[in-house]
């Protein structure tokens, strides 16, 4: 069975500065899907950013990008020029052949202005 | 374009009550599934559903039924309903690409207190 892990349960960063999120995962798979999702305190899921295993090129969303190091089953998330709204619970997920999706226990990031 | 469409939002039940949570999706998704998010557990899988007739259990299942009857409608079944269920329950949707799932659109979810 998959499984991810967030170990970090709560970060803190400065507004305008760059912060970044760990998630490390465990499958036999070789082809998946990872993403990050944001929740703010509205409490909907939010797509951040995706990336598939096959492609060897680290997924940008404007200020959002990825650190991807397949054979170390690493997905980090790395946030540029960190904003008030970014203040939020995010999660990291696998999904694969099954289409099940795992999540992380997620990570509760405060930006301080 | 709804995306998907649940309800309640927020819904307080006595021990032993039972109800239904629905959840609606308007993007032919083959997959649909329910999870529960309770807080330092992240969200976890209750029942899916690979399509119209077919669900299945997921990681906790015990004290939920669902049934797909169409593509589009999955609801989620409390049926004596426990304070070990109170929790926010999410209902997401989601198509395969490639032999493997894609991106999760999730309802707004339901914030469900059992007294």
């Known amino acids: 069975a998959q499984t991810v892990t967030q170990s970090q349960p709560e970060m803190s960063v400065q507004e305008a500065e760059t912060v970044t999120l760990s998630c490390t995962y465990d499958?036999?798979?070789?082809?998946?899907?990872l993403f990050w999702y944001k929740q703010p305190p509205s409490r909907q899921m939010i797509l951040v950013i995706r990336q598939e295993a096959y492609k060897q090129q680290n997924a940008t969303e404007n200020r959002f990008s990825v650190n991807f190091q397949k054979a170390a089953k690493s997905f980090s998330l790395k946030i540029s020029d960190s904003q008030l709204g970014d203040a939020a619970m995010y999660f990291c997920a696998y999904t694969g052949a099954n289409s099940k999706l795992t999540f992380g226990k997620g990570i509760t990031l405060s930006v301080r202005p | 374009n709804a995306g998907v469409t649940q309800t309640p939002k927020f819904q307080v039940l006595k021990t032993g009550q039972s109800m239904t949570l629905q959840c609606a999706q308007d993007?032919?998704?083959?997959?649909m599934s329910w999870y529960r998010q309770d807080p330092g557990m992240g969200l976890r899988l209750i029942h899916y559903?690979?399509?119209?007739?077919?669900?299945d259990q997921g990681e906790v299942p015990n004290g939920y039924n669902v049934s797909r009857s169409t593509t589009e409608d999955f609801p989620l079944r409390l049926l004596s309903a426990a304070p070990s269920q109170t929790s926010v329950y999410f209902c997401?949707?989601?198509?395969?690409?490639?032999?493997?799932?894609?991106?999760?659109?999730f309802g707004q979810g339901t914030r469900l207190t059992v007294v």
């Open positions: 559903s690979v399509g119209a007739g077919i669900t």
């Open positions: 499958t036999s798979e070789s082809d998946y899907y």
């Open positions: 997401a949707s989601s198509r395969t690409s490639g032999g493997k799932g894609t991106e999760a659109f």
């Open positions: 993007m032919n998704h083959e997959y």
